[in-house]
Structure formats: structure tokens, C-alpha cells
């Protein structure tokens, strides 16, 4: 092949590489829990961190219903492109919906690439005082996760996070004696949170540079 040849394969390799990675970007989805989360709480710190995340914004923020909630988790996905990547960010209740919405998905990981593709649930409710463990009995997520939990959180028992956390197939970090992890314990910017979502976007950036690698670039690798 002559090397004007070789050169335009390589300049429609590129222009395929950059159209590959054009896209929407990988935004955060934050779901509180009961009462929704103040002005002062770690959550509404962390949305103001990232550009184009988004609350999930309950019809009733007194009323616990998990259905209720899963559905508007999912609804709050929806209103963006299907290929949007999520990463989300749960607390107390707002954890339950998720796993409950996540357990609802066939397959959880949508092929396009789109959905919910990792999540941190921070001081879950326990899902024993809202009666609502048979609908959270089917195991795991179905994607990375992390549950922090807290050793004297009145919500949720350490013990109990713990089992939850193994029962989503998460991994477990139990952040000491520091209640619920909410205002009322002192949580207001909170830079841990942020490391970990941080964390979480990369990751699913360095994913999808792997799923959508053109083969000119393995065998530049090479």
C-alpha cells in the first residue's frame, strides 16, 4: 500500500476514534431519603460539585413508599438520552428505592451503555423497620457498588448494613460512631463522598474508552 494509503487509513481511523468518544458524560444522580436531603446536607453539596447531576425529586418526600420511589428513580432516567451513563449516589431510604429499582431491570446494564452503571448508598435505612424486605430479597445489584455504614446509626444497625451490603454483593465500609451520616451528624461537605464518586466516573470512563476502542488503536498498542 502506498503511503497516501496508509495515511488515509490512519486519518479515518481517527476521525472514528474522535466520533466514538463524543457523547454525553457521565453524570450523578443523587436519590435522597426521607424528607429529602437540606441546604446543609453532604448530598446537596455533592450535586453542586458536578456539572449536570440530578436530584430525584420525590412526589411525597413524607411518605416511604418503595414502588413509589423506585418508579420516579426511573422516570428521573428517562427524561435523559438512553445512552446517558449514571453514576448514583443514595442515602438512608433513597438506597432501598434504588436497590429495589435495580432489582427491577432486565438486564441491569443496558447494552447501550445508558442506565445506572455504579452506585455508593450511604447509611440505608434498614429495610426491616419499613417492611419491605421480601420485595428486596433478590440478591445483588447487578453493578459495582459501595455501602458506607456508620456503628450507631438509630436507622440501621452496623450488623445489619454489613448483611445488606454482602446481600447486594457491595463493598462494606464501616465509617465508625457517626449516626446517620446526615446534617444532624455533622455531615455537611463531605470530601470522602466526592473521592468515591470521583472514583466511580472514572472508572466507568475508563470503561467505556475499552468498550469502544477501535481497532487501529490496539494495533498502535502494539
Known amino acids: 500500500m502506498s503511503l497516501t494509503g496508509i495515511q488515509t487509513l490512519k486519518n479515518t481511523a481517527a476521525e472514528g476514534i474522535a466520533n466514538r468518544y463524543t457523547g454525553s458524560q457521565v453524570r450523578v444522580l443523587v436519590i435522597p431519603g426521607l424528607r429529602d ?7 446537596t453539596w455533592l450535586q453542586g460539585q458536578y456539572r449536570g447531576s440530578v436530584r430525584v425529586r420525590q412526589a411525597n418526600w413524607e411518605q416511604p413508599d418503595l ?72 440478591p445483588g ?10 456503628e450507631n446509626d438509630p436507622w440501621m444497625p452496623l450488623a445489619s448494613a454489613r448483611h445488606w451490603a454482602e446481600h447486594w454483593g457491595a463493598r462494606f465500609l464501616n465509617l465508625g460512631a457517626v449516626g446517620h451520616i446526615n446534617t444532624e451528624s455533622g455531615f455537611g461537605p463531605w470530601p470522602l463522598a466526592r473521592f468515591h464518586v ?14 469502544r476502542v477501535h481497532p487501529m488503536e490496539l494495533s498502535y498498542a502494539i
Open 37 to 43: 436531603s437540606g441546604h446543609g446536607h453532604w448530598q
Open 67 to 138: 414502588d413509589l420511589w423506585s418508579a420516579q428513580i426511573a422516570r428521573t432516567i428517562e427524561k435523559a438520552p438512553a445512552s446517558t451513563t449514571w453514576v448514583a449516589v443514595a442515602h438512608s431510604f433513597g438506597c432501598l428505592a434504588l436497590a429495589h429499582h435495580l432489582n427491577s431491570l432486565n438486564p441491569t446494564l443496558s447494552p447501550s451503555g445508558g442506565g445506572i452503571r455504579s452506585a455508593l448508598l450511604v447509611a440505608p435505612a434498614d429495610p426491616v423497620k419499613f417492611e419491605v424486605v421480601e420485595a428486596l430479597s433478590a
Open 141 to 150: 445489584l447487578g453493578l459495582p457498588a459501595t455501602v458506607i455504614g456508620s
Open 198 to 211: 470521583d472514583q466511580m466516573i472514572r472508572d466507568q470512563q475508563r470503561q467505556r474508552r475499552i468498550e
